[in-house]
């Protein structure tokens, strides 16, 4: 009998699959562990979860994360659908290039550099003009919302050269407000795009280390950092409970992101379907009638 090799595809996914996700499910059960000592099975046991939910520094920390991952992430969306719109939509203006340049510059600038640049730039404005009198939640907001709408630039701007643009001339062409148009047409467009830059941008404000160590001030520790500090004296249990809330409550999100996203989407294609059809179905009872064909931009040719 022969075996059946299997296909390199199916193995490399496979493998894949294991590299990636391997440590997360040990990461899961070693929060289970009764043991101290993480790497020792002592039996299960839910009382790390207990004790986080009894560590107030820990519970600082995440709060301050999540307000700044929601702050940083609401103000790249709107910077960032700004951002896209004027590369995409308003065509080649002078210094588009630079623009375009400057605004996607943090996707590949090391985040040290980010974070010192960022931090002199708020000691000069400090010592200069008196604004930010301290570092903190705030000088954390504005350096995360600067990385973040990089990321949204990018995802909303290919969204943008991918819109048919003949539904907006259309509307133009009827006597649509430009704000109208944008708020019924291009914005339902672009919807699964803004929920993907927001989640991408509140994923990357919680995670970061690097900018935030650079300008955080006293009293505004954010949960990556007290992570960090704790497990340079050894990985807790109680870390294990913590990254396995984490990943637990990412994972809905992306679920429920997919799902709210796919509905939109199917949404979408459904009334564009049937505002083609009724136009179709309009034009050929003229036909029929005798009167004059009119044909709006993109419909027929």
């Known amino acids: 009998m022969q075996l059946r090799m299997p296909k390199p595809t199916s193995f490399m996914l496979g493998l894949g699959i294991v590299f990636l ?21 002592a039996g299960f046991s839910p009382k790390w979860y207990a004790a986080l939910l009894h560590d107030q520094q820990i519970l600082d920390a995440a709060w301050m994360s999540l307000r700044i991952a929601f702050s940083s992430a609401s103000t790249a969306v709107v910077l960032g659908t700004l951002a896209a719109l004027s590369m995409v939509r308003y065509g080649r203006f002078r210094g588009h290039t630079l623009f375009a340049g400057m605004i996607t510059a943090p996707l590949v600038m090391p985040d040290v550099i980010l974070g010192l640049s960022l931090l002199l730039l ?10 930010p009198e301290n570092r903190g939640m705030l000088t954390i907001w504005i350096a995360h919302a600067t990385f973040c709408t990089a990321y949204v630039t990018v995802v909303i701007a290919s969204r943008l050269r991918d819109l048919d643009r003949s539904l907006e001339e259309a509307a133009l062409d009827l006597g649509a407000a430009p704000w109208k148009v944008f708020f019924v047409i291009m914005l339902p467009g672009i919807a699964p795009s803004l929920v993907a830059g927001w989640l991408l941008s509140f994923t990357l404000s919680l995670d970061d280390l690097v900018v935030a160590s650079f300008v955080a001030g006293p009293g505004s520790t954010t949960l990556p950092m007290v992570i960090f500090s704790r497990v340079r004296l050894g990985v807790s249990p109680t870390i294990n409970a913590l990254a396995t809330l984490l990943v637990l409550a990412v994972t809905v999100s992306v679920l429920l992101a997919a799902w709210a996203t796919s509905r939109m989407e199917r949404k979408r294609r459904i009334e564009a379907q049937m505002a083609l059809t009724t136009t179709v179905d309009e034009d ?9 064909e009119y044909a709006p931009h993109g419909v027929r040719e």
Do not use: D, K
């Not at 708020?122 to 604004?131: C, E, K, P, R, S």
């Open 122 to 131: 708020f000691v000069a404005m400090q010592t200069g003009l008196g604004w």
């Open 21 to 41: 996700y391997i440590p997360i499910v040990s990461l899961i059960i070693y929060s289970f562990n009764a043991s101290r000592l993480v790497t020792v099975w």
């Open 284 to 292: 050929m009872e003229q036909q029929e009638e005798g009167e004059p």
